[in-house]
């Protein structure tokens, strides 16, 4: 059964770019496989990784993120 979640912008895009940038390091193919379908999936829904300002968002993504939940 499929299951849906729901993410605001600054999450789903600093989410993204630690996928993309392949800092978790999946033990085996099928978790390596699951993530890369995540990432693909929020790549679909992301304009920002496009951007020509793609720094700036991300690093104000991130700063929302530690004002809200802490560093």
């Given amino acids: ?5 729901t993410l605001e912008d ?3 895009l600093v ?3 630690l996928l993309a940038s392949r800092c978790i390091e999946a033990p085996s193919a099928p978790e390596r496989n699951a993530l890369s379908v995540l990432q693909s999936l929020l790549e679909k ?10 720094a700036e968002l991300l690093a ?3 700063s929302s993120l530690v004002t809200r939940y802490g560093a």
């Fill in 1 to 5: 059964m499929p299951i849906q979640i």
């Fill in 10 to 12: 600054d999450k789903a």
């Fill in 15 to 17: 989410l993204f770019e």
């Fill in 45 to 54: 829904h992301l304009a920002a990784p496009f951007s020509a300002n793609y």
């Fill in 60 to 62: 104000s993504a991130r």
